[in-house]
């Protein structure tokens, strides 16, 4: 069978209840033209343009240009589709096997075959560097069955197999740009199969990419090329669109969409996001070791002031990693932290800091983010706590939170979500996963809920384990969550076709250029 037939899994995998549509349609006028270079205003250098070893979730607007994944996602729903991998199927509850596409070659000239392939989930699951690991921990071999086949061994049932594939874990390679390389270089001068091909990279400034001419989709991409230039600060970027100096732009920060409704060489784009944004916690170090802090934290935030004065209202406040209309959404977590920052003060107490407690956080710098901070500041300083931010660019933040330095005991950042929500609470709450920052032990029973949430493809049994994985997250206040962003994307007339979807990371697959 194909990804797209079992019924109950393709349920599973929407990621959506039914009901959820994005507001922002495809615009086309006339017949898609090839042709053209699209100019893209991104928000954030990467931290890596290698897919196993970055970490920041803003370099998947990157990747999805220079790498195809093994399966993709349709947008409004994230349901799996044939990617790389024409095909999959479980033969057994422990053995998942993809049938790879033929005739399809990576930018370097070489078969991305069933070898390629093996290869990829091999330095994705045991190379050092590797950010992707938990990806895949429930893969015990590799095999390759066929030259164009490839079955993959389970240390126990995953049902998640065929959304996590549409992710990092799912981008190819090529493995003679691996082997040839030095440390580190495939970072700066990623080989993938994707529809454009790596051009330059100027660090902070701009990344270009040109049309992949053995691309194996029919007609596919229709622009020349993309330049993305890196542009932080988001009210710049924003203004680079309406002057006509790029194209589009996307992480449009609410505060901008009135003002660019009236520019009338401007068209908007918008829909529900899994994109929320939140304060990761290093529980492994002070104060966020103490249970009693981390709730305090949570009790401390007006999530409702929050959304109507940081993101003009533009979101849906956040009380657990998932938004209301995600089909693994518990009604009941959403109620264990309303506002209330005389709790947040009483717990504070019973954790030795009755006369104020100060924290010190990691947060970025552009004006929306310090305006987040601001706010934020106020709502705890409300509940008992002096809070400070260090700001740092993105890929230095993420880096310096999540990597060998550890500093801050926790990071104002945004989760950007996964076609499959067990990739979501496996890669930050188990013990080794690289959204974990202190590498810190989880309860048992929480690890043992994530791991019965892959264990079937049926959907009410998947729906009962992560409701148990939410409480158990939220109970233990792992996170604070503030709220989940709906996507905004700018662009002027001459582009055509772009679609929204529900991850909230722009794919440029059905994007042309008018002349």
């Known amino acids: ?23 922002g349609k495809a615009i086309a006028q006339g017949a898609p033209k090839r042709g053209g270079i699209l100019r893209i205003s991104a928000p954030a250098n990467p931290s890596s343009l290698d897919p196993a070893t970055g970490g ?3 370099d998947h607007a990157f990747l999805f240009t220079m790498y195809d994944t093994l399966t993709e996602w349709e947008f409004e729903t994230l349901k799996p589709k044939p990617g790389l991998a024409e095909s999959w199927k479980f033969s057994d509850a422990t053995t998942f096997v993809l049938n790879i596409r033929p005739g399809v070659t990576f930018h370097d000239g070489t078969p991305l075959d069933a070898e390629a392939v093996k290869f990829n989930f091999e330095r994705n699951k045991s190379d050092t560097k590797s950010n992707i690991k938990a990806d895949l921990a429930s893969v015990d071999t590799v095999e390759v069955t066929g030259p164009m086949q490839v079955t993959l061994k ?33 970072a700066r001068t990623p080989v993938g199969a994707g529809a454009y091909t790596f051009v330059s990279w100027a660090d ?68 529900p996001t899994l994109y ?104 705890f300083r409300k509940g008992g706590m002096n809070v400070t931010f260090k700001n740092a660019p993105i890929a230095e933040a993420s880096a310096a939170f999540f990597g060998a330095e550890k500093r801050a005991s926790g990071l104002l950042a945004a989760w ?22 202190g590498r810190a032990p989880v309860p048992a029973e929480l690890e043992a809920a994530i791991k019965e949430s892959r264990a079937s493809e049926d959907i009410e049994l998947r729906r009962k384990a992560f409701a148990t994985v939410q409480r158990l997250v939220m109970e233990n206040a792992f ?37």
């Open 416 to 437: 950007t979500g996964r076609p499959d929500p067990s990739l979501t609470y496996s890669l930050m709450y188990t013990k080794d996963a690289y959204f974990n920052a």
């Open 276 to 379: 929320v944004f939140q304060i990761f916690l290093n529980w492994a170090k002070p104060p966020f070791d103490d249970i009693r802090v981390r709730k305090a934290f949570n009790f401390a935030i007006d999530r409702e002031a929050f959304v109507k004065a940081a993101l003009a209202g533009l979101a849906e406040p956040a009380y657990m990693n998932l938004p209301k209309a995600h089909w693994a959404y518990d009604k009941s977590v959403a109620g264990l932290y309303p506002h209330n920052p005389d709790m947040s003060k009483k717990l504070l107490a019973e954790a030795g800091h009755k006369d104020g407690l100060a924290i010190d956080l990691v947060g970025y710098p552009d004006q929306d983010s310090v305006q987040r901070q601001e706010i934020l500041i106020e709502m």
């Open 204 to 271: 902070g400034e701009k990344i270009v990419v040109k049309r992949n001419e053995k691309y194996w989709k029919p007609n596919r991409p229709y622009p020349d090329g993309i330049e993305m230039s890196i542009i932080p600060e988001l009210a710049t970027g924003a203004r680079s669109v309406t002057a006509g100096q790029n194209d589009l732009m996307y992480q449009l920060p609410p505060r901008q969409k009135a003002i660019l409704e009236r520019a009338s060489s401007i068209k908007l784009a918008n829909g």
């Open 479 to 515: 996170v604070a969550p503030l709220a989940f962003q709906f996507e905004l994307v700018a662009m002027n007339k001459k582009v055509q076709g772009y679609k929204p979807n529900l991850l909230g990371k722009p794919k440029y697959d059905d994007v042309w250029l008018e002349s």
């Open 1 to 23: 069978m194909t990804g797209t037939t079992r019924r109950e899994l393709m349920a599973l995998m929407t990621g959506a209840a039914a009901g959820v549509a994005l507001g």
């Open 56 to 58: 920041a979730g803003s």
């Open 154 to 186: 389970l240390k126990n049932p995953d049902a998640a197999l065929p959304g996590i594939l549409s992710d990092r874990a799912g981008m190819m390679v090529s493995p003679a740009a691996i082997k040839a390389s030095s440390t580190g270089n495939v």
